[in-house]
Nanobody, 124 residues
Framework: QVQLVESGGGLVQAGGSLRLSCAAS????????MGWFRQAPGKEREFVAA????????TYADSVKGRFTISRDNAKNLVYLQMNSLKSEDTAVYYC?????????????????WGQGTQVTVSS
């Protein structure tokens, strides 16, 4: 069983930055590929970014490419999402997820564990 707890969400003006963190309870954290997803009101959950077990391979949604960066610290069981140049359309609840996979995964159904989410609100 893996527990994931997100933090770092909040209210920010358009053009600003936030860094989300996800703390994992997994005993073998480095065995998991990690991802970030988001869900805006009235919309389906969508993929944001993913990272493989070592941090050497990442993938991003086109909508955030060049603005967001996913990273991980296996020694601390943490994964991060650095969000720059935020836009109003980035407003959503952001979820951290873990998958038993060596590669970064962009589809939600492949993830085994999910956090409770953290709200990000970008004001224009």
């Amino acid at each position: 069983q893996v527990q994931l707890v997100e933090s770092g969400g909040g209210l920010v003006q358009a053009g600003g930055s936030l860094r989300l963190s996800c703390a994992a309870s997994a005993r073998a954290f480095s065995a998991y590929g990690m991802g970030w997803f988001r869900q805006a009101p009235g919309k389906e959950r969508e993929f944001v970014a993913a990272i493989n077990w070592s941090g050497a391979s990442t993938t991003y949604a086109d909508s955030v490419k060049g603005r967001f960066t996913i990273s991980r610290d296996n020694a601390k069981n943490l994964v991060y999402l650095q969000m720059n140049s935020l836009k109003s359309e980035d407003t959503a609840v952001y979820y951290c997820a873990a998958a038993l996979s060596s590669a970064p995964i962009s589809v939600g159904y492949r993830y085994n564990y999910w956090g409770q989410g953290t709200q990000v609100t970008v004001s224009s």
